[in-house]
């Protein structure tokens, strides 16, 4: 067995993950009503190819993805559309976006379906198209689109592809129980973009409290055309060990260098979910429109893990799993640690809900922070080796260039220092709102800079405009002039 | 007392050489102050603070002529740079030259537009498009919502809106400046664990 390496810092959290794992993955009664929001990725928002009034049938294609980061969107359900407009979105700002309503019939009519009979015959450029073409997005959390990570571009070369079970965060169980039902539709997933990135050697890590996992992965294995070409690394449970950076260092000892990429350093990390989702779609044709998410917390009676079709509202979610809620009360999408509170139970699972916490009490507000005292806690918490206080100073002074080179973009937003501080201040609150006050003014100057340019321009142009018409007017009085003695001297003549 | 003399001239003669030549070799062209106080500027061109553009306004700033408080589109936010440029003291900002206000940009009414051209000679950026007896219409992306194609306009065309919140302009916010209605605000504290 290989060394691991480890990272800083992290915490060792009570998982809570029990709650969930009791029941094996439902699937929700469909939803009279389905909202698609046209961006449930990173990038740019997909364009619709439907009109309000038309009939769409399951898995038809609704939108198209629009540049290049950014995938299609599919009818989770076969129905009418009933409109295109602004709608809430799960979002922490709140803000409302352009979604797609769909009324669904029931009927469930899926649309023809062209699944690859042997994706081994097909190129790794063929792969990646059918991969964006089916909407497929990274579904551990932040939604970029999958297909621009296995490519790998013709700079580099990829060493080694790491599936990423691990889901470090607390209460989130949708990675383990998708792991022990369908560890064969993860394999094939794998298999595929072992081909599309043409990688030397691939790692699955599952972290050491999911044991049963961590058994059905490597019981499939032993049985797959991959076994052999592909490890299952078993890491130490620590919080955040799951996050893209945190576990390259875990299983490679490896840093991905300030500003870069794992590609940088040879690597591409994709989730389980992700690799299950390609297996779907290569394999059988099926696009993305259904995931696993997580419903739990104390005041779910029935917690657990739902095959969720994108679109259907969380409160059909909640009602399915007899949770108590209240407006006081709020629901968090995502884990205790990173997610946020959403504004309703109306707003619909998107491609990027993993979980959904409601009376969590990690989650209750806090009381009024207090003064920093400078214990250092969160330096030593820190699984980047930042010093957040130093960074906290800044961020609260608006000193922004300070904050940015104290490494700012290196925070990873986990949440390990707002957990430690004995003056329970929102730390990561500072930082997100530091981060995205230093993106504003970047453009803010780009903007300003090139209004610089345009206005010197016209200066100059109103300048040499002017010089023009002064030269022409001394050409028309010098004429004029020539043209008058001319006639002087003929009537001098006479 | 004479070697004194000769080596004193002699250094003299030396370091009024290089002087010289560093003068000459490392010219500064322009004043670099201008520069930089122009780089902080907002680039509106709006001519709020009485000076026909942002460069002018910089150049007066840079001799000492004017506050640096003329600046409403810059706000708190420029007044703070100059002030720390220019290692003075922070002032609010001239009530007389205006309000900050949130950006803005200008939209033109595209029935009502005669096709003029006035509001495009006023443009200082050159973000307006149009010629004569033709619709003028606005390039979002290069307006600096600076107001002064609205004077020109006779029949009233043109409306400064407000850019609409969305997800892609969207910021979290200033944890200091509690605001209820903020989800985000909610956040910070909700990840909080005892």
């Not at chain 1, 294995?221 to 592909?230: A, M, P, Q, R």
């Not at chain 1, 010093?387 to 973009?409: C, E, G, S």
């Not at chain 2, 009414?109 to 010629?131: F, M, N, S």
Request: glycine share 8%; aromatic share 4%.
């Amino acid at each position: 067995m290989r060394q691991l390496g480890s990272f800083p810092g992290g915490l060792v959290l009570d998982g809570q993950k029990s709650r969930s794992t009791q029941q094996p993955i439902r699937s929700v009664p469909l939803s009279k009503v389905l909202t698609l929001p046209l961006q449930q990725h990173i990038g740019a928002a997909a364009v619709p190819i439907v009109k309000v009034g038309d009939k769409v049938l399951k898995g038809q294609q609704i939108a198209k993805a629009e540049g290049h980061v950014s995938v299609c969107l599919h009818a989770p359900s076969s129905g009418h559309i009933t409109a295109i407009d602004e709608r809430p979105i799960p979002h922490p700002s709140g803000l409302s976006a352009l979604c797609i309503t769909i009324e669904t019939d029931g009927k469930e009519q899926w649309t023809e379906l062209t699944p690859i009979e042997d994706y081994k015959n097909s190129s790794d450029h063929e792969l990646r198209q059918l991969i964006r073409d089916a909407g497929i997005v990274g579904l551990g959390g932040a939604g970029f689109p999958s297909f621009i990570k296995l490519n790998p571009s013709v700079h580099h070369h990829v060493d080694t592809l790491i599936l990423n079970g691990v889901e470090c965060e607390p209460y989130i169980s949708c990675d383990d129980m998708l792991m022990r039902e369908r560890a064969q539709g993860i394999l094939d997933g794998i298999a595929i973009m072992r081909q599309a990135t043409k990688a030397n050697r691939c790692i699955i890590a599952i972290e050491d409290n999911k044991p049963i996992a961590i058994n059905a992965m490597q019981t499939s294995l032993s049985t797959h055309t991959e076994n052999g070409k592909i490890d299952i690394i078993v890491v130490p449970t620590r919080y955040p060990a799951g996050s893209e950076k945190q576990l390259i260092e875990v299983i490679t000892n490896k840093q991905v260098p300030n500003g870069g990429l794992p590609i940088d350093i040879g690597i591409v990390m994709h989730n389980v979910g992700t690799a299950y989702a390609i297996a779907r779609a290569i394999n059988y044709g099926e696009p993305l429109i259904s995931r696993i998410v997580t419903i739990t917390g104390n005041e779910v009676k029935n917690a657990g893990n739902l095959e969720v079709l994108f679109g259907t509202p969380i409160k059909d979610c909640l009602t399915f799993c007899e949770t108590q809620w209240q407006i006081a009360n709020p629901i968090i999408q995502g884990g205790p640690m990173m997610g946020y509170p959403l504004a309703n139970a109306d707003l619909p699972i998107t491609k990027t809900a993993n979980c959904i916490l409601v009376g969590v009490e990690q989650a209750a507000p806090a009381e009024q922070a207090m003064p920093c005292i400078r214990c250092g806690d969160c330096a030593t918490a820190c699984p980047v080796s930042l010093l957040p206080q130093q960074l906290y100073w800044h961020a609260k002074a608006k000193d922004l260039d300070k904050a940015v080179d104290y490494n700012l973009f290196d925070c990873i937003e986990c949440g390990c220092c707002n957990y430690v501080c004995p003056s329970e201040i929102p730390l990561v609150q500072y930082f997100k709102f530091a981060k995205t006050e230093t993106m504003n003014q970047q453009q803010e100057r780009q903007k300003s800079d090139a209004a610089r340019v345009r206005h010197d321009n016209r200066q100059t142009r109103q300048e040499m405009e002017k010089q023009e018409k002064a030269l022409r007017q001394q050409q028309r009085k010098a004429a004029l002039a020539a043209s008058q003695t001319a006639k002087q001297a003929e009537e001098d003549k006479t | 007392m004479f070697t004194a003399i000769i080596a004193i001239t002699f250094l003299a003669l030396v370091f009024g050489l290089l002087l010289g030549f560093a003068s000459i070799r490392f010219k500064v062209e322009g004043d670099p102050i201008v520069e930089q106080i122009d780089k902080l500027l907002p680039q509106t061109q709006c001519g709020q603070c009485s000076f026909a553009g942002c460069r002018p306004y910089a150049q007066a700033i840079a001799e000492g002529e004017v506050d640096i408080n003329r600046c409403p589109p810059g706000g708190e936010a420029t007044i703070q740079a100059l002030a720390n440029l220019l290692e003075v003291e922070v002032k609010p900002l001239d009530d007389e030259c205006g309000v900050e206000q949130p950006k803005t940009l200008a939209v033109i009414d595209e029935e009502r537009c005669i096709g003029c051209t006035l509001c495009i000679q006023a443009c200082p950026v050159d973000a307006i498009l149009g010629a004569a007896k033709q619709m003028h219409t606005v390039i979002a992306d290069e307006c600096t919502g600076c107001d002064l194609c609205l004077p020109p306009c006779p029949v009233d065309c043109i409306d400064m809106v407000e850019i609409p919140a969305s997800t892609a302009n969207w910021r979290w916010p200033d944890p200091d400046q509690p605001n209820l209605g903020n989800l985000g605000q909610l956040e910070a504290e909700q990840v909080k664990q005892p």
